[in-house]
Every structure is written in C-alpha cells, then in structure tokens.
C-alpha cells in the first residue's frame, strides 16, 4: 500500500467516525420525547423543529459549498463543529421556549452539521477518484448508523434518571465537536504531487477531465432539473417513513416492543444500504443502481400499505426493512452521480444545490404528518408515496450523463 492509499485508507475512517456522531442530527425521534412529555409541545410543533432542521442543514451545505474552494476544507469542517456543538448545548438549557429550540437545533444544529457534512464529503470523496461509490457509502453509513448507534446511546441516557435529556444533550454537543473537529484539523484535498500517486482510474471516473462542470452551468441544465426532481421523490419515500416508523408499525397490529425494534432495525438497513449502493455503483454503474433503488423505493410503502390492511406486522417488518435500504441509497447515489456526471473540481458547490431536495422532501414529511391527522390512518399516506415512488421509478429511466 503506498502513501496515497494509506492516506486515504485513514480520512476514510475519520470521516466515517465524525459522521457517525454529526448523524446524531436524524434521530430527532429520539431526541424530542422528553421535550414533549417536559413542555408539552404538540407533535406539529416539534415536526416544525425537524423541516427546519433539514431545511437549514441544507443552508448549511450551501455555505460550504460556496466557500469551501476559496478556504479548504479544513476551517468549514471545524467551523460546523464549533457551530454544531452548540446548538446542542443551548437546546440542553431549555426550559420551555419552543423559539429557542427552533433556533438552537433546528438553526444552529441544522447549519453547522450542513457545513460539516458538506465539508467531510467533499474533501474524503477527492482522495477516492477511482472508488467514488465505496468512499460515499462508507461515509454515509457511518452518518446513517448514528441514529441507531448514538442514537440508542442517547435514548438510555435520557431514561437513566441520574442522567437526564439536559445532560445527554451537553454529552452529544461537546462529543459532536471534539470529532469533527478533530476530522477538520487532518481534512485537505490531496495535493498535486499526492495525486500523482493515486491508483489508476477507470476513464469516466478521472477529476481532471473537461468534463468538470461549474455549478452555473449544471443549474442552466435540464438535464440537471430532471435528476434534481427525481432526487426528491426518491428521498421523500424514505424520509417520510422514517419520520414515523414506530406508529406506522403500530398502525399494523405491531406491539410496541416491536415497534420500537424497528426503528432500529430501520436504521441498520439505512446504513446497510448505502454500503450496498456504492458497491453496486461502482460494479454495476449507475443505471443499474437506479433502477434497483427505485423499484426498493417504490415497493417499500406498498408492503406496509399490505401490513395495515391485513393488520399483519410481518409486513411491516420488510417494509421497513425495504425502506431503510431505500433511503441509505439516497445520498449516496447523489454524491456518485454528481461527481460522476459533473466532475469533483466544483463537487462541493454542485453536491450543495443538490442537497437543498431535502428542503421541499422534509415538507412532504409534513403534510403526511397532516393527512394522519385528519384521517387517524397511515392508508392514504402509503398509497400517496406509493405514487410518489411510481414517479420516482418513470424518472430514473430519464436520467443521463450529460454530453462530455
């Protein structure tokens, strides 16, 4: 193993690590049942919390792109850190402000995990030119576990009365910033003399090409709105489901117990499903990577759709399963194609824009959330993204690499 890899082999792994913790930031599920059973916020209101929370994870994805080819990788991932850290800390001294919460999480927490996470993907997926679909897989399963690894951790915490919400949010907002920090301080783009030395490339897979395509001139592409509409079908499925995995297995007949299970196996899956994304990426390609993710996307709420018609958990258990896979495919198909369609010079500003799908995907959470309140039931909600995934399948055929 040369220099190269070795360096490489190493950023992998911390990036891996710090996204492990920054994912902490999706198991809002977790996180919010001892602010509502405390202050009595509605379940609407702490929702709001996790669009905005998306929304300006998105923002924060934004800024990084924007800046990071002027500063580097390092003081956007540091800075997302610092600003991380303490939306978490002064969300722990909350006493009852719901404003404050959505400034402290959903604001702050949101945007500085953004900067971050934008920052890491960036700067480790340059080291992997040739493994575009390994080097996104890994980073997102690390970032997708976290909900079940920190997640379950934070949730014993919570209970355990010497410990408290307060606490374990300060314990989650210092640990967040010692390892992304830590990620900052080593993160940088290899260098021309490092590049020099990387294993040889597949032709369509080299950062050098003209094919380098700054973000301007993707958005003026039709191509790219295509790609961009099917990203936010295809992660809407996913998003929702995971929002409200545990009533969904209720709703068929699921005891609680085994509701509660799910979610964990949920997030299993979701991190399970975006190593399998990248291996197929990379072996397969990227049409075939589309189409399997598609029709798992699609197939996911009509099996739960079958669990609460016939009120059998059974269904709700590969459901669940089909739909975790689904999401893990998600951002990491997102990141390979737009370095592989648009090159890695401008990566960062391009994977940005693209991210912001997760704004108008966290609203569609959201109306859902309003269906089962006027209706008490999941079925219309599940025959909703069944259709969504319908149109995320139909568009997956339209995707292209645009013309070199």
Avoid: H
């Avoid at 998306?54 to 997302?80: E, Q, W």
């Avoid at 927490?109 to 080291?127: C, E």
Wanted: net charge positive; hydrophobic share 50%; proline share 4%.
């Amino acid at each position: 193993m040369n220099t190269f890899s070795k360096n490489r082999s190493l950023r992998l792994i911390l990036g891996t690590l710090s996204l492990l913790f920054a994912g902490i930031l999706y198991a809002w599920s977790i996180l919010k049942s001892p602010l509502a059973e405390q202050f009595g916020w509605s379940a609407s209101e702490l929702a709001l919390n996790f669009t905005l929370t998306m929304c300006f994870f998105a923002v924060g994805g934004l800024i990084s792109g924007l800046t990071i080819r002027k500063t580097g990788p390092k003081p956007i991932i540091i800075a997302g850190g610092l600003i991380a850290a303490a939306g978490f800390i002064i969300t722990s001294f909350n006493k009852g402000n719901l404003l404050l919460l959505y400034l402290s999480y959903g604001v702050l927490a949101g945007a500085g995990i953004g900067l971050a996470y934008n920052g890491i993907l960036a700067s480790t997926n340059a080291w992997f030119p040739d493994k575009r679909g390994f080097s996104s897989g890994v980073l997102m399963m690390g970032f997708g576990a976290s909900s079940l690894v920190i997640g379950g951790l934070a949730g014993k915490m919570i209970a355990d009365p010497a410990i408290g919400w307060e606490t374990t949010f300060r314990i989650l907002g210092i640990a967040i910033g010692i390892f992304v920090c830590i990620n900052g301080i080593f993160a940088a783009f290899p260098a021309p003399a490092e590049k020099e030395q990387k294993p040889e490339q597949k032709t369509d897979n080299k950062v050098d090409l003209p094919g380098n395509v700054k973000t301007a001139d993707m958005v003026r592409s039709f191509n790219y709105w295509k790609l961009y509409l099917y990203f936010i079908t295809f992660t809407s499925v996913g998003n929702v489901v995971i929002s409200a995995a545990k009533d969904m297995a209720l709703s068929t007949g699921a005891t609680a117990a085994l509701a509660t299970s799910l979610v964990g196996v949920l997030s299993v899956c979701n991190g399970l499903g975006r190593l399998l994304c990248g291996a197929l990426f990379d072996k397969k390609g990227r049409r075939f990577t589309l189409t399997v993710g598609s029709i798992v996307t699609l197939c996911a709420p009509l099996v739960i759709l079958l669990g609460i018609l016939t009120q059998m958990p059974a269904f709700a258990v590969i459901g669940l399963v089909l739909s975790g896979i689904s999401y893990g495919f998600s951002p990491t198909i997102s990141s390979a194609i737009i370095g592989d369609f648009y090159g890695q010079k401008y990566f960062a500003m391009n994977f940005a824009i693209t991210t912001t799908n997760l704004i108008p995907t966290s609203f569609v959470a959201t109306f859902v959330g309003m269906i089962v309140s006027n209706t008490g039931s999941y079925t219309v909600p599940c025959i909703l993204l069944a259709g969504i995934g319908v149109i995320a399948l139909l568009l997956s055929f339209t995707v292209k690499k645009p013309a070199r």
